[in-house]
């Protein structure tokens, strides 16, 4: 590996443990989940849920093509108040794609 090529690396390295596990502060998408989402789903509040749903489908990154599409059938399933469906589609977004943004954002140096 080159000199270029090893500092890239060390600042992915680093910049996956700039956030997100304890005691680190939260990443910036992790954060806002935890803001917007964990209460509504915790009160059961359907429509701030679906508002918070919708806003995260504008989140979807290059390369994430499933990402707004769960969340546009989270924030339909809160409309219609039911939050099996609502969870799924959260459980859904995550299994797909959680390991693949915290691998993704830190291979680009950005915290998530």
């Known amino acids: 590996m080159n000199a270029g090529a090893?500092?890239?690396?060390?600042?992915g390295a680093g910049a996956a443990?700039?956030?997100g596990t304890k005691p680190l502060p939260d990443c910036p998408t992790q954060g806002w989940m935890k803001a917007n989402m964990n209460p509504s789903i915790a009160a059961s509040d359907f429509p701030a849920l679906a508002t918070a749903l919708d806003k995260a489908a504008t989140f979807a990154p290059a390369g994430y093509p499933n990402w707004a599409s769960i969340a546009k059938d989270g924030a339909k399933a809160a409309r219609a108040q039911d939050?099996?469906?609502?969870?799924?589609?959260c459980r859904t977004c995550h299994e797909q794609y959680k390991e693949k943004f915290k691998k993704d954002t830190a291979a680009r140096g950005k915290k998530i």
């Open 6 to 11: 090893t500092a890239s690396a060390s600042a």
């Open 17 to 19: 443990l700039a956030c």
């Open 83 to 89: 939050m099996t469906a609502t969870k799924a589609s």
